[in-house]
């Protein structure tokens, strides 16, 4: 039907596949069949906080999650952490998360972006900052 390549039922078992339950079962194929009657996408965000320069292997395993979600004619928002980024680790525990100035964390995005469009389609994903929203407060 429409924009979508499968029904709410085969979805489902595709996208249940390799994943603990976040949203139950029953909730998502209500979420399903409801995008698939109405010919409507599901928007599925995930965000990262380029506090490195790479991605990593856990990152992919989410992004070919969200890569499914496109595939099946889901909406996918690929959220840069620009903000999250400048805080680090506030406990100060984890050295691995040190603040970032916000040159350091534009130069990480764009590799992130980069690295996260050799598995999403770019003409597909939205790419949103959170800083878009998260500027008018301080890190501190």
Request: glycine share 6%; net charge neutral.
């Amino acid at each position: 039907m429409g924009r979508f390549s499968a029904t709410p039922s085969e979805q489902l078992a595709l996208l249940k596949r390799g994943v603990d339950d976040l949203v139950s079962e029953p909730d998502l194929m209500k979420k399903l069949e409801r995008s698939y009657k109405e010919n409507a996408p599901l928007r599925i965000k995930a965000g990262f906080d380029p506090t490195r320069p790479d991605l990593h292997l856990g990152h992919t395993v989410l992004m070919n999650k969200m890569k499914q979600f496109q595939d099946l004619g889901h909406q996918v928002i690929f959220l840069v952490g620009d903000f999250t980024a400048q805080i680090g680790d506030p406990t100060g525990k984890n050295e691995t998360r040190p603040p970032l100035t916000k040159e350091e964390i534009k130069e990480n995005a764009k590799t992130y972006v980069a690295q996260a469009y050799k598995i999403l389609d770019e003409s597909k994903t939205e790419l949103a900052w959170n800083a878009s929203w998260f500027d008018k407060m301080t890190p501190s």
